[in-house]
């Protein structure tokens, strides 16, 4: 807990998630912050900082630069993948606080020692799960860790409105590389998506992944996936994601013992069964009897702060400890989803948990290793409107 009554903090990278931070704090959209600093490492992106935040915000051209300041009491990271888990310990060792954006890395390996560091240091650390906010996941995940629906059975997750031309594609140096990037839908599109399933969920057993590779743009990495997971108890997961199609679906259902719950162009409904499936199966006596049932209309709160929310909570927690809307160390999970993915494919093998993290990393280097080269000045685009 904190004496302030406003938490200086520092963006690393203003790209075109870090410069909507930047815009969320100027606009006083979060409260108890304060811009403090800036850093990017792209001359052209502090040339947009200079002119677009108060000279008594710092610019820095490097990260540890800012860490050195002094000026912050926290930091958001909002840079390329691949340097999230070094920034945040340093961030961490420097005495900060930190929020990073998602993913939490590329590989397991990495935000696993990330994690151990972090929880060897008393300082507030929160993972960029804007879609956490969303009061029709916030009741998806209410409703099933309730325990009144009963088990789950069955999971369908069909998540193919992520579109993208392949100028978004070119927009950036690092972009759908696998030295770059680490990845393409998986890691940049789905981490929210992915954190949603193991959030409401669970994390599977196992997991069978046929990933397609640059399928639908000129890209190395990524653009098509469909995967099949298992459970212990036995059941079941598809989970369909594409930059392709258009248009695209984005339908998220969840069967349950005692009821169906589908969520669909930003509503959420339940189909709530009268006797539970496995009961009316081995009672019923005819063979075509279906258990019967009935729509039933969900209040929420109809609260979806995103991430000016999760910003809240960030500053909450330093100032009151009050809670995070999602905890740094959770972060993992959803990736080794994704990791899991990638590599069966990969093997062409159904990969158990927990997950082979040096085969996994062994594998992405050699995907790294003869990774393309791409040329170009980065170029920024409007955030507003998407995950």
Sequence with gaps: MSNASRVKTGVIGV????????????????????????????????????RNTPETVKKFSLAAELFKSGCCDAVIIATPHYFHPPLVMEAIRNGMHVMCEKPAGVYTKAVREMNEFAEKHDRVFGMMFNQRTNHVYRKMHELVHGGELGEIRR??????????????????????????????????????????WQWICGMPDTVRSFCHYGQWHDIEVEDDVTT????????????????????GTNRFEITLNKGKLVCENDTLKLYELEKGLKEHCATATLGFSRPQGKW????????????????????????????????????????????????????????????????????????????RLKKGEAVHFDTEGTY
């Design 15 to 50: 790209g075109n998630m870090g410069s909507k931070h930047v815009e969320n704090i100027l606009a006083g959209k979060i409260p108890e912050m304060e811009l403090a600093a800036i850093a990017d490492v792209d001359p052209k992106r502090l040339e947009w900082a200079a």
């Design 155 to 196: 999971i369908n997750w069909i998540i193919t409105d992520w579109y993208r031309t392949q100028s978004y594609y070119d927009s950036g140096n690092w972009r759908a590389t696998w030295e770059g990037e680490g990845g393409g839908v998986l890691l940049n599109q789905c981490p929210h998506n992915l954190d949603l």
């Design 228 to 247: 099949y997971m298992e459970y212990k108890n036995g059941a079941s997961g598809v989970f369909i994601t594409t930059t392709g199609d258009a248009p």
């Design 296 to 371: 039933v209309e969900l209040t929420t709160d109809g609260m979806n702060e995103q991430h000016v929310g999760v910003l809240k909570a960030f500053a909450g927690k330093i100032l009151h400890d009050t809670p995070l809307a999602a905890e740094g160390y959770e972060g993992i999970n959803g990736l080794t989803l994704s990791n899991a993915m990638h590599l069966s494919s990969w093997t062409n093998s159904a990969v158990t948990f927990p997950l082979d993290e040096d085969l996994f990393l062994e594998e992405l280097n050699k995907r790294r290793k003869a990774s």
